[in-house]
């Protein structure tokens, strides 16, 4: 953390964008100029500077967004609730549908329904994500009207729920406002559908692989052997045990949407993480360029934890 | 002793003309070709070198030949009932209860993601209306009878946490907790250390004799197989060479036979060279 802490630090200042002129314009005078330069404590040897931004990180303070001029704490406590709420939906899309595709791809290896988890399997690697945001709200919100538009929420329900958590569907059920939440979630789930479907992808392709690793082990015929279904055999036998490797696998891919996807996010007016980092590195946002940054490395990190944990949950020959 | 080729009252399996190819891009592979054998309530025993179409043997007669392979026979009778013409659902509902196999490695065969105990009462209930309670303390019993002393610990153990000769009792186990008739032992000693053999084949030997079972007993090892089975049939490239009384191994007349008993080494007689086997191209004809 220390690491991802200082490396994010220098690349922000060695970076050949100069940050004073973010806050002051083009046209600033150089005493005002001058004045920016000191407040933001750019006079100062950089490993001065660092030491001072890794005191107010313990202090929680990433520090003012230029763009926002706000807090960049404030700011992300804002997106990441966002992102969080795309990449979990998304995630649980990838994985509710991966899982089942991979398990019957592996189990007809080289027959149709393997082809056709194949070239669904294609279509989510490859189809670009822009492509097919636009594609699905040409079709499901403009001509179907199925879903929500871009942006979380409608404007109807615009600032009806106040924000606790910051996840909205949450916020929206636990002060009992349904209609903003069934409205919040009609809005969720396209962009949710097209991380989706790349989450599924890949864990469909992961899952084939290891199910078929599974299915050619003894202890597999060994539970034909005793007679059980190739149902039980398939799923209780052979998926439990393919499941270990795959919780690796579903925990890499959720962490990767966590990052916060900025094409989904731009396309469907997302307020998420990604498109906030983006915005900001764009204007020479620093504080806020280094402060998500920051935020996506410790998620890394949480989400790597939180899978080993699993993981060894999962697998008795790790206890 | 019983004589060869005629097991006393109706045979358990009946086997005539046994095949199983597989069919692959480059040709089709003929593991088995044309094996006849009936068992009864005895200890019989397959031996062959690797490759020789003893485990597709029980395989084939489990159904258990995975795909692209095809099974054909002009008979398989199992009690009476045509093997053959059975569906897929009834063929599985055989398998466990009737006829069952404990394989080679306990390492490789025990799911090592649940519990041993686990393992052995679901063998139980796939076939017996049984509650949860009423199927572990069969488990239990069970595992007594293959003679592990704590059996209560060693319910709750994972496959990693016992031993090979333990395993393979747990193997053992499970694989006749439903109470079948036929076991198929497919080198269930090959993987353990010489020690631990002899006292998983004795508890294997106890169990198929005070419950009346017909065991085939695949093997690579003549010396075993010649002390443990009742008869011998002796196969190469798919097909049996010739059958005999496990006692008459000693005075076998065909020459493949004789080849392998000449391949052993024996500590009182030692040989400076071992000889090697001759095969001859005209047995497989």
């Known amino acids: 953390m220390f690491g991802l802490l200082l490396v994010t630090f220098l690349i922000a200042r060695v970076i050949p964008i100069d940050p004073v002129l973010a806050v002051v314009g083009d046209n600033a005078r150089p005493d005002v100029y001058e004045k920016a330069r000191l407040d933001l404590g750019l006079d100062k040897p950089l490993w001065q500077q660092f030491v001072i931004y890794i005191g107010k990180v313990f202090t929680g303070n990433l520090g003012t967004s230029v763009l926002t001029a706000q807090a960049v704490t404030e700011d992300i406590k804002r997106v990441f609730p966002a992102t969080l709420e795309l990449a979990t939906l998304g995630t649980m899309i990838g994985v509710s549908l991966g899982i089942p595709l991979g398990v019957l791809a592996a189990v007809y290896q080289g027959r149709w329904p393997d082809q056709v988890a194949r070239v669904i399997g294609l279509f989510g690697y490859s189809i670009p994500v822009f492509w097919l945001g636009l594609m699905g709200l040409l079709l499901f919100y403009a001509k179907l009207g199925w879903v929500g538009g871009p942006g979380r929420i409608g404007v109807a329900w615009q600032d009806f729920v106040t924000p606790v958590t910051g996840v909205l569907l949450i916020d929206a059920a636990m002060q009992g406002e349904w209609e903003a939440f069934w409205d919040g979630f009609s809005h969720l789930i396209l962009p949710s559908a097209v991380l989706g479907l790349y989450s599924l992808a890949y864990v469909s392709r992961m899952t084939r692989s290891f199910m078929i690793t599974e299915l050619q082990q003894q202890y597999v015929i060994a539970a034909r052997v005793k007679g059980m279904s190739e149902a039980r055999v398939i799923w209780r036998h052979a998926l439990r045990n393919a499941f270990v490797p795959l919780v690796t696998v579903i925990a890499l891919s959720y962490a990767h949407l966590l990052e916060g996807s900025v094409l989904t996010e731009t396309i469907f007016a997302w307020p998420g993480l990604g498109r906030y980092i983006t915005n900001a590195l764009l204007n020479a946002d620093m504080n806020a360029v280094l402060g998500g940054t920051l935020v996506i490395g410790a998620v890394f990190i949480g989400v790597n934890l939180f899978s080993d944990i699993l993981g060894r949950l999962v697998d008795p020959r790790t206890r | ?285």
Request: hydrophobic share 40%.
């Open chain 2, 1 to 285: 002793m019983r004589a060869p080729d005629t097991p006393l009252e109706q045979p358990l399996l009946e086997l005539d003309n046994l095949r199983v190819n597989f069919h692959t891009p480059t040709g089709i592979v003929r593991a088995v070709r044309g094996l006849s054998f009936s068992l009864g309530r005895e200890r019989l025993g397959i031996v062959g070198e690797s490759g020789s179409g003893k485990s597709m043997t029980g395989r084939a007669i489990l159904d258990l030949i995975p795909y692209p392979g095809e099974v054909l026979a002009d008979r398989m009778v199992y009690r009476g009932q045509d093997l053959l013409t059975m569906d897929k659902r009834s063929r599985r509902k055989l398998r466990g209860r009737h006829i069952s196999m404990v394989m080679q490695d306990p390492k490789y065969s025990l799911n090592p993601v649940h519990t041993v105990g686990e393992q052995i009462a679901e063998a139980y209930r796939v076939h017996h209306k049984a509650s949860s309670r009423e199927a572990r303390e069969r488990s239990l019993t069970m595992l007594e009878a293959v003679q592990i002393r704590e059996p209560a610990r060693v319910y709750e153990l994972y496959p990693h946490e016992v031993s090979g000769g333990m395993g393979q009792r747990v193997m053992i186990a499970m694989m006749l907790i439903a109470e079948p008739d036929i076991l198929i032992a497919d080198e269930p000693t090959s993987a353990l250390d010489v020690t631990v053999q002899l006292q998983v084949l004795k508890i294997l030997d106890d169990l198929v004799t005070s419950r009346g079972m017909g065991l085939i007993f695949i093997s690579h090892d003549l010396h075993l197989v010649k002390s443990f089975c009742d008869r011998v049939i002796v196969m190469y490239g798919g097909k049996a060479m010739e059958t005999l009384a496990a006692g008459e191994l000693e005075q076998a007349q065909h020459p493949y036979t004789r080849g392998l008993l000449g391949c052993l080494p024996d500590l009182d007689h030692p040989k400076a060279t071992l000889a090697t086997l001759n095969r001859d191209p005209a047995w497989l004809a």
